[in-house]
């Protein structure tokens, strides 16, 4: 990127490459920067809250720890796992996890299981009933 300055003191940006070449004014300049951090600043604002019914929800590490309880079903739940940059993977794995002890609530389960990794923000997980209502 290079500055000019033409006579009329206006400043404005060049941008060139071999394809295109784009020229903005100072206020075109803020107004993108002020667009790019508005994307940037929302994507690191995401969370996902458990629900008060959902607070009772364990996630369980391995199917092994589930031996004893009933399977009530599936569920897959997704957030978004990219927002212009890749969110932190830990970040994408909690929300999922809350997503899906949200889901286990609905249908009276106590316990959620990982049974797939994460993919593009997506994760399957099982739900079980462990404990005896």
């Known amino acids: ?4 300055r033409p006579m009329s003191g206006y400043v404005k940006s060049v941008v060139s490459s071999r394809f295109f070449t784009v020229e ?15 994307l940037v600043g929302l994507g690191g604002c995401t969370y996902v809250k458990v629900s008060p019914e959902a607070e009772g929800v364990r996630v369980a590490a391995a199917v092994g ?9 599936s ?5 978004v796992a990219k927002v212009l940059l890749e969110r ?4 994408v794995a909690s929300e999922l996890s809350a997503l899906a002890r949200n889901q286990a609530a609905k249908l009276g389960g106590d316990t959620v299981v990982p049974v797939s990794d994460v993919y593009d923000g997506q994760r399957k ?3 079980y009933q462990c404990a005896k209502s």
């Not at 932190?88 to 970040?91: D, L, M, V």
Request: with cysteine; hydrophobic share 55%.
């Open 75 to 79: 569920t897959t739940v997704s957030v």
């Open 88 to 91: 932190g993977k830990n970040k």
């Open 24 to 38: 903005l004014g100072v206020d075109m300049m803020k107004k993108v920067i002020l667009l790019l951090a508005l």
């Open 125 to 127: 997980f099982d739900i």
């Open 65 to 73: 720890a589930v031996k004893a309880c009933k399977k009530l079903g």
């Open 1 to 4: 990127m290079r500055f000019a």
